[in-house]
């Protein structure tokens, strides 16, 4: 951020009087320019005891598989959202949702909630964002091609939990994976 | 939004090619300003069977009674922002956490997140954005004097499930609040 986006003046990263963090402000009208973590809702879309995957048609990730999801609009509840990504990705309605993770991603500003439901109907389709949609029994589940950890690790609660036939809420912070240090 | 942040030249609200609802779009380079819900995170905190409340020395609803809670911050996870609220406004540190209630209120753009934590110690205390702290019987709820509805909400699951010995995560959207037209 450089510029104010109320009245266009440059901004200076500081700590505004009474705060005790860094924000953008601008220089011309004191406007306090926050910067909030982001929600991304998805769902768990289940049919006869297959998981609905998408494999994704664009960036990032671009043919690795996830479950529908994408950004939290302005207007709509977690459960929309995620009904919004299904039906946009997958072309599928979702029959009662329950909640079922929660994901905080600190180093990337983003919390990724996703819903448990059944298919409202054998309906689904590649949308716009799918490359393929399709069923998947949990042993041919893609897990070294799936598109984001989120989406591997809502997977593996699924299945433990449905061996312990109870699905309790799950709230879980990723940190970022471990990098090796590559030297010369 | 008036001006480009990146850029500083005016911003069209306009639907960009591939999306289907208007953007802020920069007439100069032509980035899209995506805005998205905000997160509000808090804490449910009880010591013997009691609930602290802060009243609050800030607006909105300065004077009335609420839960310590506020915007979830780049960087941190959901239940750090429960614990940096409730040790900002209560001067308080949490035990164990657990997530509880998420309310969506899709009219403002904000998400609700409330953690159901037991006081870690005794000490607790007004920090600078509350009047007065103090731990509440379930008779002795001011009711009439909570700041928020979902502060009034989660009090309200909080002393049904207690009743029920069990705390099952809610997921409820809150709608506006119906305005009676006044008319003359």
Request: hydrophobic share 40%.
């Given at each position: 951020?450089?510029?104010c986006?109320?009245?266009?003046h440059?901004?200076?990263?500081?700590?505004?009087?009474?705060?005790?963090?860094p924000?953008?402000?601008?220089?011309?009208?004191a406007?306090?320019?926050?910067?909030?973590?982001?929600?991304?809702?998805?769902?768990?879309?289940?049919?006869g005891?297959?998981?609905?995957?998408?494999?994704r048609?664009?960036?990032p990730?671009?043919g690795f598989?996830?479950?529908?999801?994408?950004?939290?609009?302005?207007?709509?509840?977690?459960?929309?959202?995620?009904?919004?990504?299904?039906?946009?990705?997958?072309?599928?309605?979702?029959?009662?949702a329950?909640?079922?993770?929660?994901?905080?991603?600190?180093h990337?500003?983003?919390?990724?909630?996703?819903?448990?439901?059944e298919?409202?109907?054998?309906?689904?389709?590649?949308?716009?964002?799918?490359?393929?949609?399709?069923?998947?029994?949990?042993?041919?589940i893609?897990?070294k091609?799936?598109?984001?950890?989120t989406?591997?690790?809502?997977?593996?609660c699924?299945?433990?939990?449905?061996?312990?036939?109870?699905y309790?809420?799950?709230?879980e912070?990723?940190?970022?994976?471990?990098?090796t240090?590559?030297t010369?």
């Amino acid at each position: 951020m450089k510029f104010c986006s109320a009245c266009g003046h440059r901004v200076s990263h500081v700590i505004p009087a009474g705060d005790n963090r860094p924000r953008y402000v601008c220089d011309g009208c004191a406007q306090v320019h926050y910067q909030n973590p982001n929600i991304v809702a998805g769902s768990l879309p289940v049919l006869g005891g297959r998981v609905l995957l998408c494999r994704r048609a664009i960036e990032p990730r671009r043919g690795f598989w996830t479950l529908p999801a994408g950004f939290m609009e302005n207007g709509e509840s977690l459960e929309q959202a995620a009904r919004r990504e299904t039906l946009e990705e997958a072309c599928a309605n979702l029959g009662p949702a329950q909640i079922y993770t929660l994901f905080d991603l600190p180093h990337i500003n983003q919390v990724h909630v996703f819903f448990r439901a059944e298919l409202a109907s054998e309906h689904f389709a590649a949308g716009e964002e799918s490359l393929e949609v399709r069923l998947f029994e949990e042993a041919e589940i893609p897990w070294k091609e799936l598109a984001f950890r989120t989406v591997a690790r809502t997977l593996e609660c699924y299945f433990a939990d449905r061996l312990a036939a109870g699905y309790p809420v799950r709230n879980e912070v990723l940190p970022p994976l471990a990098v090796t240090a590559v030297t010369p």
